[in-house]
Nanobody
Framework: QVQLVESGGGFVQAGGSLRLSCVAT????????MGWYRQAPGKQRELVAT????????YADSVKGRFTISRDNTRRNTVYLQMNSLKPEDTAVYYC????????WGQGTQVTVSS
């Protein structure tokens, strides 16, 4: 059974940067689609970015130009989210996902951006 483990969340001031990592274990196959979603208090979970092997990456309009999703070429089933120019509205719990549509979720990592 696939399990996803995120790391890299934390507290940062507006304009700062964070890098999230997610490692998928329990799969002997390369996972084609992995992504990042987030959920702020009182709001629904929303897509941040997705990466599917062999196709283009996909970003929410609110993070385009600031966030970059990438896959690790040497470590199978690892995905990163580089977040730059962070804003207070980026504050949320960030979840790693696998599959398209997502079938498995990580436990989430908190990102807090202060103004």
């Amino acid at each position: 059974q696939v399990q996803l483990v995120e790391s890299g969340g934390g507290f940062v001031q507006a304009g700062g940067s964070l890098r999230l990592s997610c490692v998928a274990t329990g799969s002997i196959f390369v996972i084609n689609a992995m992504g990042w979603y987030r959920q702020a208090p009182g709001k629904q979970r929303e897509l941040v970015a997705t990466s599917t092997i062999g196709t283009n990456t996909n970003y929410a309009d609110s993070v385009k130009g600031r966030f970059t999703i990438s896959r690790d070429n040497t470590r199978r089933n690892t995905v990163y989210l580089q977040m730059n120019s962070l804003k207070p509205e980026d504050t949320a719990v960030y979840y790693c996902s696998s599959g398209s549509p997502p079938r498995t979720w990580g436990q989430g990592t908190q990102v807090t951006v202060s103004s």
